[in-house]
Nanobody
Framework: QVQLVESGGGLVQAGGSLGLSCVLS????????MGWFRQAPGKEREFVAE????????YYADSVKGRFTISRDNAKNTVYLQMNSLKPEDTAVYSC????????????WGQGTQVTVSS
């Protein structure tokens, strides 16, 4: 069974940077596409970024393109999200997710980590 644990959230001023990590256990991460999602208070969960199982391809929401970078280290069973030039509207609970390479939907989710950006 896949387990995902995020870390690295916190409070940062606008314009600052934060890095998030997500460790996958129970399975081999190289079989999974990995994604980051976020949910702000009163809003629906939204897609942030995805990296395919091999790390060759990445995809970003328009709102974070050019500011956030998703990466992975399969040897460490870990996926990362580097967030630069943070804005108050980036404030949310960030969760990582995993979907098997042949699956269409994410069905494995972490508990999430809070990111708060002050103005």
């Amino acid at each position: 069974q896949v387990q995902l644990v995020e870390s690295g959230g916190g409070l940062v001023q606008a314009g600052g940077s934060l890095g998030l990590s997500c460790v996958l256990s129970g399975r081999t991460i190289s079989n999974y596409h990995m994604g980051w999602f976020r949910q702000a208070p009163g809003k629906e969960r939204e897609f942030v970024a995805e990296i395919n199982y091999s790390g060759e391809h990445t995809y970003y929401a328009d709102s974070v393109k050019g500011r956030f970078t998703i990466s992975r280290d399969n040897a460490k069973n870990t996926v990362y999200l580097q967030m630069n030039s943070l804005k108050p509207e980036d404030t949310a609970v960030y969760s990582c997710a995993a979907r098997f390479w042949s699956a269409n939907k994410y069905n494995n989710w972490g508990q999430g980590t809070q990111v708060t950006v002050s103005s």
